[in-house]
């Protein structure tokens, strides 16, 4: 193969990496935003204060960006919008989390409380 056929495959090569690379990361970010928000209405629903409760934005949007890469898996930080209500109050925020998400996982590695101290 001569120099120049073997830099056009070397191109094509890293063109083919990079948009797998970002792929993986889009999927990643999701499945993120997907287990927060889960996780919101479980530590919600579990509160023995809040009276209602959601994961509607209402001050932020949810976002997610990838931080770090690893055999492990894609680190992914979190941010997702909740409101929530109990007897006494009101609360609109954010939560601030991060998350682990492997092939086959997606893993809480921590965060912000979630909610009010009842």
Same mark, same amino acid.
């Given at each position: 193969? $001569? +120099?120049? !056929? ?32 889960? +996780? ?20 932020? $949007? ?10 492990? *898996? /894609? ?7 909740? /409101?929530?209500?109990?007897? +006494?109050?009101? *609360? ?9 998400? *492997?092939? $086959?996982?997606?893993?809480? !590695?921590?965060?912000?409380?979630? *909610?009010? !101290?009842?």
């Amino acid at each position: 193969m $001569d +120099r120049r !056929a073997a830099l056009s495959l070397l191109s094509i090569l890293l063109v083919v990496a990079a948009g797998t690379v970002f792929v993986l990361d889009s999927e990643a970010r999701r499945r993120a935003i997907a287990a927060e928000e889960t +996780r919101l209405g479980t530590e919600l629903a579990a509160s023995e204060c809040v009276t209602t409760y959601g994961t509607s934005a209402t001050v932020s $949007d949810e976002s997610a960006s990838v931080v770090g890469r690893s055999l492990d *898996g /894609w680190t992914v930080r979190v941010s997702h919008p909740y /409101w929530y209500s109990t007897n +006494r109050s009101h *609360g609109d925020t954010s939560s601030e989390s991060v998350y682990v998400v *492997g092939p $086959d996982s997606v893993r809480y !590695a921590g965060g912000e409380p979630v *909610g009010p !101290a009842c």
